[in-house]
């Protein structure tokens, strides 16, 4: 039994129809598959990206302080920087001498006005 050219026409849209919304349904059931790994990954990326900058600086600081310890092996630097944190020698006596500043403006000012 062969179906009528009539009623095969209009089943061809309402299939049509239903294809098309089966399309969109998967396309859209993928999508919403994808999204989480997608943005995970876009995430992931950005993470990589800050790590990669902070380990560049990392690195520059250590160069630097490689330098700088390079030359604090030199005997006067390392005087100075002993000096500096407050380092006495043996036999050595330690004074803090406070308001440095402030007695020497007002001896400036002392021997301005003289």
């Known amino acids: 039994m062969a179906m009528p050219r009539a009623a095969r026409t209009e089943r061809t849209p309402r299939r049509r129809s239903r294809l098309w919304i089966v399309a969109v349904a998967g396309a859209a059931l993928v999508a919403f598959l994808y999204y989480k790994p997608v943005r995970a990954y876009v995430s992931a990326s950005h993470q990589l990206e800050q790590r990669r900058a902070?380990?560049?600086?990392?690195?520059?600081?250590?160069?630097?302080?490689?330098?700088?310890?390079?030359?604090?092996?030199?005997?006067?630097?390392?005087?100075?920087?002993?000096?500096?944190?407050?380092?006495?020698?043996?036999?050595?006596?330690?004074?803090?001498?406070?308001?440095?500043?402030?007695?020497?403006?007002?001896?400036?000012?002392?021997?301005?006005?003289?």
């Open 54 to 114: 902070e380990v560049k600086a990392l690195q520059r600081e250590k160069n630097q302080l490689e330098q700088r310890l390079a030359l604090s092996g030199q005997g006067q630097t390392l005087l100075q920087e002993a000096r500096r944190l407050g380092y006495v020698r043996p036999g050595e006596h330690l004074f803090v001498v406070r308001g440095v500043k402030q007695w020497l403006a007002a001896h400036a000012q002392e021997a301005a006005g003289h």
